[in-house]
């Protein structure tokens, strides 16, 4: 990597399906980032103890911790509530979508995914941001 080399965006994928980190691990790092792995809230929470993300992609309906708990506990925590929250979930129902937004996610998706190519510009303008706001 040269000096001027830009390090690739760190995107921290939670979901329980393993079927679907797999591809969608293969999805993002075809795109260029740079992609961390938990398959439960807890995981997720023990891994940003360790590391920091650009972004977090983050399921709703998982064992142990769910999405939204997850949520809340990186609202709650300073050093974690400035990473932005994709939520990546099957709910798709309205009172879903507005309980991801009181929760503070920055943008929230449902699956089936059927444009990848929106998803893709999607997680491109959220990871171009820092603190809410466009990168020049």
């Known amino acids: 990597m040269s000096a001027c080399a830009v390090p690739p965006k ?18 993002l790092e075809s795109h260029g ?8 809230g807890m995981e997720a929470l023990n891994l940003l103890r360790q590391e920091r993300p650009d972004l977090i992609i983050l399921d709703v309906l998982m064992p142990k911790l769910s999405g939204w708990d997850t949520l809340r506990t990186i609202q709650k925590d300073e050093s974690l509530s400035s990473i932005p929250v994709l939520m990546l979930t099957s709910l798709d129902q309205p009172q879903h979508v507005m309980t991801g937004i009181d929760l503070g996610c920055t943008w ?9 190519d929106d998803l893709a510009l999607v997680i491109q303008r959220i990871t171009q941001t820092v603190a809410g706001r466009p990168v020049p």
């Not at 980032?33 to 439960?40: C, G, K, L």
């Not at 929230?108 to 990848?116: C, L, N, Q, S, V």
């Open 10 to 27: 760190k995107i921290l994928l939670v979901d329980d399906e393993r079927d679907f980190v797999m591809a969608a691990r293969l999805f």
């Open 33 to 40: 980032y740079e992609v961390a792995e938990a398959y439960n």
């Open 108 to 116: 929230y998706y449902t699956k089936p995914i059927t444009d990848f």
